[in-house]
């Protein structure tokens, strides 16, 4: 769902909540939004603003930022963490985990250059644990 809304608003600009539900309603095949659509889609977009992918700029929406490098090195790192969680998973898998979180189908060289920074940053501030050059989470 994140990924859809993240192609919707790289393709246009700025939408109103309404103009984003209906667009986005259209994007996945409905008819119409009915109002558990509606209420689902809304949920959606709300999700995006808070994990960073949309920003609400006086009642529009809008794409925060259009490629990975626009991201502040925090938020990516915020971002890893929540995706990692505190089981053991390869750095590999925890790129892509992160990447879905942003609302990406794949995760290209750019996008693995940047988690894998961030995973550095994470590990050198303690904020994640590794087993090995391969192995991280979260600390329990």
């Not at 119409?32 to 959606?44: M, P, T, Y």
């Not at 750019?110 to 979260?138: H, M, S, T, Y």
């Amino acid at each position: 769902m994140l990924a859809a809304i993240r192609e919707l608003f790289a393709r246009g600009g700025p939408r109103n909540r309404d103009d984003a539900v209906r667009d986005l309603s259209a994007a996945l095949g409905y008819g119409r939004a009915g109002s558990r659509i509606r209420d689902v889609l809304e949920r959606d977009l709300l999700t995006a603003v808070r994990r960073g992918i949309l920003e609400n700029e006086r009642g529009a929406l809008r794409l925060l930022c259009r490629s990975i490098e626009e991201y502040e090195p925090d938020h990516l790192l915020d971002v890893l963490l929540a995706a990692v969680g505190t089981t053991w998973q390869t750095r590999d898998d925890a790129v892509i985990a992160a990447a879905r979180h942003l609302g990406y189908r794949r995760a290209g060289g750019r996008i693995q250059a940047a988690f894998k920074a961030a995973i550095a940053v994470g590990i050198r501030r303690r904020v994640l644990e590794r087993d090995g050059p391969v192995w991280i989470r979260r600390p329990r």
